[in-house]
């Protein structure tokens, strides 16, 4: 939560198949993506990132609902809203029916489509206030409904949890800044996993320092076979400011040294929360890069307000880029 070249060829359709591709385009409106693109683009503008705090966009596995978070300015509450698709367009967003009281944040679905995780700091005990911390918590699909939230009890710790993400094997990808096995200042967070064994998590596993620094280390987003990784830190040398987008491959029983997603994903200012559309064809993301800079001339008081209440004004917005234009690194065993 809180965060070049064209190698893709044969490695591309990896991820693709890697991510089960669906039938339904990515997010967002306007044409296919084009091979090489290296730009990123608002997704709908106006609906889904509005000139409010946006982020962390998810699309439902049949690409029928976008879900992402409306946030206080200061980032200090997350509420889960969804839009469904309207053809080419987002209908306008609704609270997700398992959200509106407590922070609520980074809603992932398993493979399958039948458990989706997010985190809250919403009560555990049956009280009404809310954690000074994250937790994750899980949601069963009903029909065309989610049952009520579940407590994930054998995760929890002192420290925040973030952006848990499940494999088709059983493994739970996670941020935390729990204590244990933590390299860095305490609360510094590191990337985690723990398996799903007979309905309930085994002790989770830190990552190790082939993935995790003395910085920030989270939202590890993996696909459903997990030997990709795409992740956000804010503890490397060639970082360009703030959090960065990396991605890693796991090779036998060892993730590969991560590859910065370089200047179209990434910018100086916050580059986090990515996910890949169920179709394969789009990253999505969010950032709090500014749009325009400078105005080449002085502005009026409705010319500076548009500015101020617009995408890219500083506040966090939903980006999407083309996979086809990111190198995602060659695939275990290829030069």
Partial sequence: MVFRSRRIGVCL?????????????????????????????????????????????????DGRRLYFLKDAPDFSHWTIVVSARAGDSWTAPEVAPFSGRYSDADLSFAPGGELAYFVSNRPVDGGESPRADTEIWRLRRKGETWGDPEHVAELTSDGNEWYPNATAEGWLYFGSERRAGNRGPAGTSDLWRARLVRGRFAPPENLGPALNTPGEDIEPWVSDDGRLMIFASNGRPDTLGAYDLYVSRLCGDSW?????????????????????????????FTSNRVIGGTPRSPLDYQELLRKLHSPGNGLRDVYRIALASLDLGPECGRP
């Fill in 256 to 284: 590969g040294a991560p590859r910065h997603l370089g200047g179209g994903a990434n910018s100086s200012r916050w580059d986090f929360g990515a996910r890949p559309t169920p179709d394969g064809r789009w990253l999505l």
């Fill in 13 to 61: 359709a990896a991820v693709v198949l890697a991510l089960g591709v669906g039938a339904l385009s990515g997010a967002g409106q306007g044409p296919p993506p084009r091979e090489g693109a290296a730009q990123p683009e608002l997704v709908a503008p106006g609906v889904v990132s509005t000139g409010d705090d946006e982020a962390h966009a998810t699309l439902s596995p």
